[in-house]
């Protein structure tokens, strides 16, 4: 995971200076999928009455609530290890209109929750300022596609010295 | 010497055998434990069953309440708690074969918990096993602390009426970190629904056709769906549990986790079954031994209280306000002038009034505001990033990200009145002088104590009313005998929903009961069942402590007897309601109603004016005063109406 993490650094900061079209797209690709990890999902789940499926294919979907219980999230993807990348797309997606709103605020709790998943909870206050300052960059379109906007965060935080000191980004 | 010496040596190697033979030493044999574990007697032990959700059943006999596969090793699983557990300590003794994460080796921890502290065995002397999920579980969990959460009261939905209740496994926090609630995770019980058809819904949900499941998410889902898009407050209930308590009770989550429950609304309801959980790993407190036909959520939570435990079981509650709250304590905190600058933003969502202001601090004040409010308008845009509520919200972030100032903390602080474990009882009981008894399964009006309960809306479950027949009614029946007794009306469900309208709320207010009336004017003993809707608007004024709500609905009774006539009635309602107190409260409500399905038929009218004052939680008194009430006999011909007086009591 480490080497991942670096190699995409270094992918990036080969590519770019200033701007963060390059954090779109192939910088921090996921071969996973998210369908069922946003708020709509969980909540329409409950209106419209659906037994929630597994996204998974083979022995774990017999054992769909085991997998849920151990995974915390039925419908979403989930591996056997904690990435972080993979833990703060789960966060965002399901957080993502408050998130906006805080990083427009500059602070907040979910702010403060987001730095934790990126291991940086001691510089949550530079982590709400970096996320402020970029915020018509990060949150330009709503209808963005949440991987581009988790992208768009991590490069923010990991762009600003002060925010990303003490983070922690491999796994 | 050298006699003595062999000897001595002899007679300590025979009594070293001697304790060996004893077997008193590890390593057990399976058979080994399972004689110790009957000879304690561990089958009959309370905690056993407990674990394996035993309740009584008809006809005295226990069996399990859990229905789902998985959860029993021994076929006799379900109702022989010995068998179960001679299963249990052999599955636990021997090899995993295939997958550990699916096999029960990697299941029941809390069993193996309990029978190590009962049987003293250590927990490494049993064999040990790899179990990545259940690993993967305790990881994520990294679990503190155990608190019960109640979401509050929400008429919109029939499932969440009542509340709904779940634990929150309270994560570990580095010392001199700050709490973070979003990163706990949420466990509870819920139905799994297979239909959105109403009917089916509440059919299926009353007779136990929905599975129930205990399912674990991260707790920021539980807050974006409670505390945002429902705007429902939530409340945390920090309970105090010994550690091995706490590790019982996720260990028996986990054991419950891919297994599923026969979910009945009434009585075996989320509420119920976080008792049920709670007893398995905590037996002392008693707290599913109810035998009560319902038990709703807030219920459980006064059970916590009830307890007589040191220390007592609940440490310490907290609150976390809805948007709607969240907004309308921003709004309220705004000046004269900023309040009317937000208004007039609000009528067309004009942002350009709100930037107009001098000082950024305004701005951020207003626009703070503005961001809430756009939340309780338009719930869906937490769910779709293209709905018109989400786009108008991104305007307003762009503007309030180009000014610099961070915004202040806000806190609302915790309103003690609305505390659900403050509620009074659900059930209520009355004797009134007609003479009449009044007798109501659930939940509340009105005229109850307002304390615990949301304070614009009813909800009542089997309310009926008894009372003696007159003397004028006994004569027109005086060839048929039958008792002095019957019952006026019964009221199998009744919902009230008063919206008072404000800049902010347009919604209508709205009233449903499914009835059944005794019609006097047919027979003594003739009966109308049918539906009652009502709706309208409603106003609230407040010069607190005192609120006075006053309403106008358009009512449509539907109606239909045995005998004759079916009845469709429309007509209008209109009252009020004086709050000079959460506990005395004082109304009037005048009802016309013109039955269309007769010729020439009149408007009838009947008026009704209470008062009603309860002096402690569980008791009340009160004053009702009819006039041509077509629901309840008149019992005298004075044209004066009729006064009634009775006393409840609050169970």
């Known amino acids: 995971m480490k080497n991942l993490i670096f190699a995409t650094l270094v992918l990036f900061s080969s590519i770019s200076f200033g701007g963060h079209d390059s954090a779109k797209g192939k910088a921090y690709s996921r071969n996973y999928g998210m369908a069922g990890c946003g708020l709509g999902s969980v909540i329409v789940g409950k209106r419209g009455g659906q037994i929630f499926a597994s996204t998974t294919n083979g022995p774990m979907s017999l054992y769909n609530n085991l997998f849920g219980m151990s995974s915390g999230t039925l419908n979403c993807v989930d591996g056997p290890t904690d990435e972080v990348a993979q833990n703060m797309d789960k966060f965002i997606i399901a957080n993502k209109a408050i998130l906006a709103a805080e990083a427009a605020k500059g602070n907040g709790e979910t702010i403060v929750a987001l730095a934790n998943i990126m291991g940086c909870q001691s510089s949550s206050t530079q982590v709400g300022q970096a996320?402020?300052?970029?915020?018509?960059?990060?949150f330009a379109n709503p209808a963005e596609h949440t991987n581009i906007i988790t992208d768009g965060i991590i490069t923010t935080i990991m762009n600003?010295?002060?925010?990303s000191k003490n983070c922690h980004l491999e796994g | 010497m050298l006699y003595f010496f062999n000897f001595f040596f002899i007679s300590i190697f025979f009594i070293f055998l001697s304790l060996l033979s004893q077997a008193s030493e590890p390593p057990w044999t399976s058979t080994e434990i399972i004689q110790k574990a009957l000879n304690q007697k561990l089958d009959t032990e309370n905690?056993?069953?407990?674990?394996?959700?035993?309740k009584p059943r008809l006809l005295g006999s226990e069996a399990s309440q859990v229905t789902g596969d998985h959860f029993f090793l021994s076929?006799?699983?379900?109702?022989d708690p010995r068998a179960e557990l001679i299963e249990t300590i052999q599955t636990l003794m021997a090899k995993i074969e295939g997958n550990p994460d699916e096999s029960p080796q990697c299941r029941y921890f809390a069993r193996k918990l309990w029978l190590s502290e009962k049987l003293n065995i250590p927990e490494n002397q049993w064999p040990s096993f790899h179990c990545p999920l259940y690993q993967r579980y305790r990881k994520i969990l990294n679990a503190d602390s155990i608190s019960f959460v109640f979401s509050s009261y929400y008429t919109n939905s029939p499932g969440s009426a009542f509340g709904?209740?779940?634990?929150?496994?309270?994560?570990?926090t580095e010392p001199g970190l700050p709490r973070i609630e979003l990163l706990d995770h949420g466990i509870g019980y819920a139905a799994n629904t297979?239909?959105?058809?109403?009917?089916?819904?509440?059919?299926?949900?009353l007779t136990g056709v929905f599975k129930g499941t205990f399912t674990n998410l991260p707790y920021y889902y539980k807050i974006r769906e409670y505390n945002d898009y429902e705007s429902r407050d939530l409340w945390s209930y920090d309970l105090d549990l010994s550690a091995t308590e706490k590790e019982m009770l996720i260990r028996h989550l986990w054991e419950l986790g891919d297994t599923h429950f026969d979910y009945y609304f009434f009585n075996q309801n989320c509420a119920f079954h976080m008792l049920t959980v709670l007893d398995a790993a905590a037996p002392r407190f008693h707290l599913s031994d109810i035998s009560a036909p319902y038990l709703i959520p807030a219920d459980s939570i006064k059970l916590l209280f009830k307890q007589d435990s040191q220390p007592p079981l609940v440490k310490n509650i907290t609150y976390r306000p809805s948007v709607k709250k969240m907004f309308k304590s921003?709004?309220?905190?705004?000046?004269?002038?900023?309040?009317?600058?937000?208004?007039?933003?609000?009528?067309?969502?004009?942002?350009?009034?709100?930037?107009e202001r001098p000082s950024d601090e305004e701005k951020v004040l207003l626009l703070d505001t503005a961001i809430d409010f756009i939340d309780t308008q338009y719930p869906d845009n937490f769910l779709s990033p293209t709905s018109p509520g989400a786009l108008i919200k991104n305007k307003i972030l762009q503007v309030r990200s180009k000014i610099p100032l961070t915004s202040p903390d806000f806190k609302v602080s915790t309103p003690e009145e609305e505390r659900p474990d403050r509620g009074h009882p659900s059930a209520r009981i009355g004797l009134s002088t007609e003479p009449g008894i009044d007798f109501r399964f659930a939940l509340h009006d009105l005229y109850d104590p307002s304390i615990g309960y949301p304070d614009s809306s009813e909800i009542e479950f089997g309310h009926f009313h008894i009372s003696k027949l007159s003397a004028s009614e006994l004569d027109l029946n005086n060839n048929r005998s039958h008792s002095p007794y019957a019952i006026d009306y019964f009221h199998l469900f009744r919902v009230s929903s008063y919206n008072p309208l404000s800049f902010f709320e347009k919604n209508t207010s709205w009233r449903a009961q499914l009835s059944f009336f005794?019609?006097?004017?047919?027979?003594?003993?003739?009966?109308?069942?049918?539906f009652t809707y009502d709706v309208g608007y409603s106003f609230l004024w407040t010069q607190l402590p005192v609120t006075f709500l006053t309403y106008g609905f358009l009512g449509t009774d539907l109606y239909s007897t045995f005998y004759q006539y079916n009845n469709i009635s429309i007509g209008p309602k209109m009252g009020g309601l004086l709050n000079l107190s959460s506990h005395l409260k004082w109304g009037i409500e005048v009802q016309g109603s013109r039955n269309l399905t007769l010729q020439n038929s009149e408007f009838q009218w009947s008026t009704e004016s209470l008062i009603r004052w309860s002096p402690t939680t569980n008791w009340a008194i009160e004053t009702r005063w009819e006039l041509g009430s077509h629901k309840i006999a008149p019992k005298t011909d004075s044209s004066g109406g009729l006064f009634v007086f009775t006393g409840y009591h609050y169970f």
């Open chain 1, 131 to 138: 996320l402020k300052s970029n915020f018509s960059t990060i």
């Open chain 2, 518 to 530: 005794r019609t006097p004017d047919q027979c003594s003993n003739c009966y109308q069942g049918g």
């Open chain 2, 164 to 172: 709904h209740t779940l634990f929150r496994i309270n994560r570990h």
């Open chain 2, 75 to 79: 076929p006799e699983g379900h109702k």
């Open chain 2, 330 to 355: 921003r709004f309220e905190k705004l000046n004269g002038e900023q309040q009317k600058i937000f208004l007039a933003f609000a009528k067309n969502e004009d942002l350009s009034l709100l930037l």
């Open chain 2, 47 to 54: 905690q056993w069953k407990l674990l394996l959700h035993y």
């Open chain 2, 194 to 205: 297979t239909t959105q058809n109403p009917l089916f819904y509440a059919l299926f949900g």
């Open chain 1, 160 to 163: 600003d010295k002060d925010a």
